[in-house]
């Protein structure tokens, strides 16, 4: 039996007229319902308290935005707590969305703000396709909570992906004379990357710890499956890793590169500096109101500029001798 909307009156005992506003959908198939609620209100949770045997406080939680990732264990029920990575095309950063489950016996519950698109994409096909249907909640909840969070996890791999495709084009740009927008994006992509390190490093014990949990439900032979997740998390982890000291590298080169040109650009300078310092002391006392030599001659004016001229030349030579230019 498959919902879309509220529960239907067969789901719930007596549905009042305000309870079919409610953001709730479900789908059914076999013993497991499917509860989804996305962007969640008190009303929705207040419909939870009524409707399931959840703790008060886990209830809180699903409203709240600063819970860290969980897991808490009861004896009909498991709350669990993730993050998961959503990149914000506007700000260009990637941040955290939270998901609350709840798993019990016969129903599988997800809370979330609804800007997980896998999450959200894995629902509807429940909800359309009887086969996915069948495939997903035809064995257990503690099956269909693998799936989910299998997942979800797999979704980080694009955003990773995204993220190498923007060191890449760092590494090519890094070389060219647009130093502020290679420094921009070297710290765009650092942003992105400790962002990403504080989401994935917490849920690694959390999902972990599903291997071994021994409830009725999680006894379809999961311990597997979980260690699969388990190892891809730590896959996600170790790339994060690589992407931490790939960008420091690329920083350390970038700060290499201006800091020659910079030193290219104060030897050129200092260059015209040490070359002009003589020929304005010619220019200064031949400026002064005192005889000098050469002044009464007709050709003084292009004598100065010419010794002025043999001055500058013969100190690029020497500086070229030098290897100082």
């Not at 059914?28 to 406080?57: A, S």
């Not at 992105?192 to 710890?209: E, G, H, T, W």
């Not at 260059?271 to 400026?287: D, Q």
Request: proline share 6%; charged share 25%.
């Amino acid at each position: 039996m498959v919902t879309k909307g509220n529960p239907t009156p067969s789901s719930v005992a007596a549905l009042r007229p305000e309870e079919r506003k409610l953001n709730v959908q479900t789908v059914r198939y076999g013993k497991i319902t499917w509860v989804n609620i996305e962007r969640p209100t008190r009303d929705e949770i207040e419909w939870l308290r009524q409707n399931y045997p959840f703790h008060p406080l886990h209830l809180d939680d699903c409203l709240s935005k600063i819970q860290r990732p969980k897991i808490d264990e009861y004896d009909d029920y498991l709350f669990i707590v993730l993050h998961f990575p959503v990149f914000n095309r506007m700000a260009r950063v990637t941040v955290a969305s939270e998901v609350d489950i709840f798993v019990g016996p016969d129903y599988f519950v997800t809370v979330h703000a609804g800007d997980i698109k896998p999450l959200r994409r894995m629902f509807q096909e429940c909800f359309g396709n009887p086969t996915v249907r069948h495939e997903l909640m035809g064995k257990s909840t503690g099956y269909l909570l693998y799936r989910a969070v299998d997942r979800l996890v797999d979704y980080c791999f694009p955003i990773l992906n995204k993220i190498d495709a923007n060191i890449e084009a760092v590494e090519d740009t890094i070389f060219e004379e647009d130093i502020r927008q290679t420094v921009r994006d070297i710290s765009v992509i650092r942003r992105d990357i400790i962002n990403f390190r504080r989401i994935i490093k917490p849920q690694m014990p959390v999902i972990a710890s599903l291997e071994h949990k021994e409830m009725p439900f999680l006894q379809e032979d999961l311990e597997a499956y979980f260690g699969d997740i388990s190892d891809h998390v730590a896959k996600i982890w170790d790339i994060l890793e690589d992407y931490k000291e790939v960008v420091e590298g690329l920083a350390d080169t970038n700060d290499s590169l201006t800091s020659h040109r910079l030193n290219e650009v104060m030897k050129t300078l200092t260059t015209i500096s040490v070359i002009i310092l003589p020929l304005t002391l010619v220019s200064g006392v031949y400026g002064m109101n005192i005889p000098l030599p050469v002044q009464e001659d007709p050709g003084a004016f292009a004598l100065i500029m010419g010794a002025m001229v043999m001055i500058a030349l013969g100190m690029l030579y020497y500086f070229r001798r030098r290897s100082w230019i």
